[in-house]
């Protein structure tokens, strides 16, 4: 049993009510059999006390299990990817498409939790190798509805990628095709994500029904009213868009428009992500591990969204209760699985603490 003591946030704290009438900050919680419970035990014995501030889980809502930068990778590299991520807080991933079957992770107790959307669903010769079915919009139905079988409520399209007519970004889906694709998503009860970098995939992907969108670099005054009215989340990535000037100086010699387009939406990121924030558009913590970024960087993640203006509660909360709710999870609720990770200080006061948990404790287990 484990007895969990300090300041223990279970929501985020508006500051508007009392602790005690919010019930977003209370000052224990105990562990039995694997579960929360804020009633004190009867009888407890051999209690392990576990003091601090408490988080729920971390949410990574852009990660990629079973996948490095040349496509499918064995299950000892993905058991490390999940490790990393779990040892960084990291306790709910959402993985936002690999081409490896990683079902086995939900057999074991000791690593996080996966929400998978399946395998990526690209057009032909539009994204990285190795990673996609690549099709033609006329299959995309069929693909979508397979993928929303195989995974566990989200379906993962690549919106945009370099166009080799153009030399630039360009959409990859007709209207008429993504729109009868998110349909037939719905209807199965799964929800549609595709990456986008670009301005011009937003808008119709948006008015086709889509979720969210990750990346959204390319948001701009005219889209993010749409986004906000429509309730479409974004996932920003930051720590992975720090990374476009180097894509953009690989990519400069054969695409140069390209290129400077690249630079364009990273010169304005942090902008983009406030103004999407100002404007209402829900935005969740991901950090877009295991294509060429490490596991283990959501903490990195929620600075770099304070660093773009997001007050830091709720830069917290777009990594652990409002992403929780967004993905059907619960947080540290009376009754929930105990999964929780424990700082030395207050992250609402500096968030960089999320880098360093002082415990990780996962289906009730201290497991870091
Ligand atoms: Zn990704």
Redesign the pocket.
């Known amino acids: 049993m484990l007895h969990i003591k300090g300041r223990v946030l279970v929501g985020p704290d508006t500051g508007e009510l009392a602790d005690d009438i919010a019930g977003d900050i209370r000052d224990e919680l105990w562990v039995v059999d694997g579960r929360i419970t804020f009633e004190r035990p009867a009888g407890a014995r051999d209690v392990r006390l576990i003091e601090g501030w408490v988080l729920p889980g971390l949410v990574d809502a852009?990660c990629?299990v079973g996948l490095d930068a040349h496509g499918a990778v064995d299950e000892p590299t993905s058991e490390k990817q999940a490790l990393t991520d779990r040892d960084a807080g990291a306790l709910l991933l959402r993985d936002?498409?690999s081409p490896a079957d990683t079902r086995w992770i939900d057999e074991r107790e000791d690593l996080p939790r996966i929400i998978r959307a399946g395998r990526h669903i690209a057009r032909t010769k539009r994204y990285i190798r190795n990673y996609a079915h690549e099709i033609e919009p006329e299959d995309l139905v069929a693909y979508v509805a397979a993928e929303a079988r195989r995974g566990d409520g989200w379906v993962k399209l690549v919106g945009d990628w370099i166009d080799r007519e153009t030399g630039d970004l360009g959409a990859c889906w007709p209207r008429g095709a993504v729109e009868a694709a998110i349909a037939e998503a719905h209807r199965l009860g799964a929800r549609v994500t595709a990456?986008c970098f670009a301005e011009e995939s937003l808008a119709p992907l948006v008015e086709a029904g889509i979720d969210c969108i990750?990346h959204a670099t390319g948001l701009t005054e005219e889209t993010i009213p749409l986004f906000a009215e429509r309730g479409v989340a974004i996932v920003p990535?930051l720590v992975n868009i720090a990374t476009f000037p180097r894509l953009a100086l690989g990519g400069e010699a054969k695409f140069p428009r390209w290129a400077d387009h690249m630079r364009r939406l990273h010169a304005r990121r942090y902008e983009t992500v406030r103004a999407a924030y100002d404007a209402g558009i829900p935005i969740y913590t991901g950090t877009?591990a295991?294509?060429g970024l490490a596991h283990g960087l959501v903490g990195q993640e929620v600075a770099e969204l304070v660093k773009a203006g997001i007050p830091a509660r709720d830069a917290l909360s777009a990594a652990t209760w409002g992403a929780r709710a967004w993905l059907g999870r619960p947080g540290l609720t009376e009754g929930a699985s105990a999964d929780l990770v424990v700082y030395d200080t207050d992250p609402r006061e500096d968030v960089r603490v999320l880098t360093t948990p002082r415990r990780v404790v996962l289906r009730g287990r201290v497991v870091g």
């Open positions: 852009h990629h936002a498409g990456h990750e990535t877009d295991g294509g």
